[in-house]
């Protein structure tokens, strides 16, 4: 399996930004996409994940900010961030997951929100 992201970048505070994440090879049907991120010197966090039946979960720091989607025929999750702040500077990392022990990761994709 393999996650391929795009979308990060810099951006102003208050900004807007969008990740998407392809997920390839053999997936089961039923999982979890998601997003996280791992800022300096602190650990990696969940941003926001999604179910394949749309069920989703956000981080209090990104509700109301932040949607995530998905499309199951392409196997892909996006993170619409707005709002931007500079605390959401950070490698943001694509994830799916399902059953109790498959799980991959993507590279990450650096966002940093400055002036």
């Known amino acids: 399996v393999q996650l391929q992201a795009s979308g990060g970048g810099l951006v102003q505070p208050g900004g807007s930004l969008r990740l998407s994440c392809e997920a390839s090879g053999s997936i089961f049907s039923i999982n979890v996409m998601g997003w996280y991120r791992q800022a300096p010197g602190k650990q990696r966090e969940l941003v926001a994940t999604i179910t394949s039946g749309g069920g989703t979960n956000y981080a209090d720091s990104v509700k109301g900010r932040f949607t995530i989607s998905r499309d199951n025929a392409k196997i892909t999750v996006n993170l619409q961030m707005n709002s931007l702040k500079p605390e959401d500077t950070a490698v943001y990392y694509c994830?799916?997951?399902?059953?109790?022990?498959?799980?991959?990761w993507g590279k990450g994709t650096q966002v940093t929100v400055s002036s």
């Open positions: 994830n799916i997951k399902w059953g109790v022990t498959v799980d991959y």
